[in-house]
Structures are given as structure tokens and as C-alpha cells.
């Protein structure tokens, strides 16, 4: 099979596609062919190890001190089940699916082995497959965050970083739940994030959105760079900061700031559930949540795709189209 590999750290060009071996699943596995994945920032940090303060060491550690220990990135994928383990009854052959494949990754490959009571559900059947694929990442990653923010029906929200995949998802989700949201974003975005839900919008190229005298129930950072000493100043009493590209300093906040503030950060990993992705598959088929496509690649323009990514100008999600002869169904 073939599959886009990278065997050091670097810039976008250590990323080339090589054959491989195909993937045999186990008893409690299933055999899938991807049709395509996104390409994100979680790849993007991997490949390049710019890594959120405080955890370089950690990083290395978990992925390989000198070279990637998994050289196949790619952690969400849209794709076809074609291979069943012999303990496996959730799934059969031909299911069309979503999943996130998480620190195992794998999913910049034709085929990926993946348990099959892990993160896995079944597509919405009105997405092609690059639509699909741009739902999960974003969409979990939104999910997860609002639900321990616990946003509600009324309250505002800012979210600095609107327009990537994160953004996109989170936008609709606040719309869905009743919030009041303001997005910031560059000016170019205004228009995508305004379609999406958002009430007003804060040019960050023109505008300091803790300078603006408002204040916000609940600020999601989803850039990095919104930390507490500087997002304090705009949020309301009682209020929430969900730092979701959080450095290691920000995650020991999140421990101690409810000793002696009613303010909180909410940092920390993603939960990786089935139930996360069966929800914004039926958000989608009921055209509450829409995927939001900036570009598609082929697998052979992996590289070229890293370097799109690594410029910060992506609007939504950009999709590695790793079979695409298959994207219907």
C-alpha cells in the first residue's frame, strides 16, 4: 500500500510517499481502506516538533527521540471497512465509517488496522468522504471542549481562532446550543465565520479582543495565543478559558486557579469516544453541523499540503484524498 511517510523531523518535504506493507487486523480489529483524511495542525506540530511550551522533552519521549517512532502521521480518516478480526460484531465488511485513529495515527496510508471499539462510527449518509473526513478532527475537538466548558443557551462566547477546522466546528456547535458568539479571525475569514454562526467578528490584525471593554462567559483559544494572564481581562465573572492548544504551564492552571478564583482553564487532551463521533454524524445528517473544505490534495501533494498548513491560512479543513476513485458512498 502506499502511505506518506516521514523518517526525521523537518520541514514539509520530509513527507514522502512510500509503499508499505499492507496492515493485517487482529481478532478484536478492523481492516480499513481510508478514502481520505485531513491534514492538521496536531501532523503539522508532530512533523515539525513545534511542540506547545513544556512539552518538547515529553514529545520526543512518547514519539521518538530522534526520529519519528510513527512515521505514519494522520489521526481522522473517512473510509471503508473491508476486514472484520474474528471477535469483532460492531462492524462488518463494507460499513462506511468515520474515526480518529488518535496517537497511533497511520491514517496518511491507503489501509490502517484499527480496534474496533475504539473511536469509530458509522459515516452520515449524506457526506461523501471528504466530507466525512473533515468533520472529525475539528469536530471532536469542538465537542469535547464546549461540553467541559459547559457552554449554555444565552451565554457568550469568543473564539480566537475561528476559521481552521476547530473554529468551523465550534462556531456551529454555539450556534446550535443558543450562545452569543464572536469570532476572531482575520478579515479574509469574515465572511465564512459570519455563515457559520457567529454574531460579530474581531479582525486580530486590526483589534486586541481584551482591549474591546466586553467581556465573555466563556473564551475559547483554540491559536495559543490567549493565555489566562492575557484572556483574564475579558472574561466575565465565573467564566471559562478552554485552552485548546495548551502549553504545559496552562494545564497546571487548570489544577490550581479554582483554589482561589471562580474563573476557570480547561486544558488537557481530547476524549477519543465512538459516542463523540455517532453525535456529529447525526448533527450532519440533520444539516445542523456542514464540514468546511479550504483545499484537497492527493496523496502524492502531501508535502505540498504540509507546506499550505504550515503557512496558518487554511480556512477550515484541508483533505489528503488517499483514494480518490472512491469518494461517494
Same mark, same amino acid.
Given at each position: ?81 473491508? @476486514? ?189 469516544? @465512538?459516542?463523540?463521533?455517532a453525535e456529529l454524524a447525526a448533527l450532519a445528517e440533520a444539516g445542523i453541523l456542514v464540514p468546511v473544505i479550504d483545499r484537497s490534495y492527493s ?31
Open positions: 500500500m502506499r502511505a506518506a511517510v516521514y523518517t526525521r523531523y523537518g520541514a514539509p518535504t520530509v513527507v514522502q510517499v512510500e509503499e508499505r506493507e499492507l496492515p493485517v487486523p487482529k481478532p478484536h480489529q478492523l481492516l480499513i481502506k481510508v478514502h481520505a483524511s485531513c491534514l492538521n495542525s496536531a501532523d503539522v506540530r508532530l512533523r515539525s516538533l513545534r511542540i506547545p511550551l513544556g512539552f518538547g522533552l515529553i514529545s520526543r519521549l512518547i514519539f521518538g527521540i530522534r526520529a519519528p517512532r510513527r512515521p505514519i502521521l494522520g489521526v481522522d480518516l473517512a473510509g471503508t471497512v473491508v @476486514a472484520v478480526g474474528d471477535n469483532v460484531s460492531r462492524f462488518t465488511s463494507g460499513d462506511a465509517i468515520i474515526a480518529l485513529t488518535g496517537m497511533a495515527m497511520g491514517a496518511h496510508a491507503e489501509y490502517v488496522c484499527l480496534d474496533a471499539d475504539g473511536a469509530i462510527a458509522h459515516k452520515p449518509a449524506r457526506l461523501d468522504f471528504n466530507q466525512a473526513a473533515a468533520l472529525v478532527f475539528g469536530g471532536t475537538t469542538a465537542l469535547d471542549f464546549l461540553r467541559r466548558g459547559q457552554l449554555k443557551a444565552g451565554e457568550t462566547i469568543l473564539i480566537n481562532g475561528a476559521g481552521g477546522a476547530v473554529g468551523c466546528a465550534a462556531l456551529q456547535l454555539a450556534r446550535h446550543y443558543g450562545a452569543q458568539i464572536t469570532a476572531v479571525c482575520s478579515a479574509d475569514k469574515r465572511a465564512l465565520v459570519l455563515s457559520l454562526g457567529a454574531h460579530a467578528v474581531v479582525d486580530y490584525r486590526q483589534q486586541d479582543f481584551t482591549h474591546n471593554g466586553q467581556r465573555y462567559d466563556v473564551i475559547m483559544d483554540i491559536h495559543g495565543n490567549a493565555p489566562w494572564a492575557k484572556a483574564r481581562s475579558a472574561l466575565a465573572p465565573g467564566g471559562r478559558l478552554l485552552a485548546v492548544c495548551a502549553t504545559l504551564p496552562q494545564m497546571l492552571q487548570a489544577l490550581w486557579l479554582p483554589l482561589w478564583r471562580r474563573e476557570r482553564v480547561i486544558a488537557g487532551p481530547c476524549a477519543e469516544r @465512538a459516542e463523540d463521533l496523496l502524492a501533494q502531501i508535502a505540498e499540503a504540509h507546506e499550505y498548513v504550515d503557512s496558518g491560512h487554511k480556512q477550515g479543513s484541508v483533505i489528503i484524498e488517499i483514494s480518490p476513485n472512491s469518494l461517494t458512498g
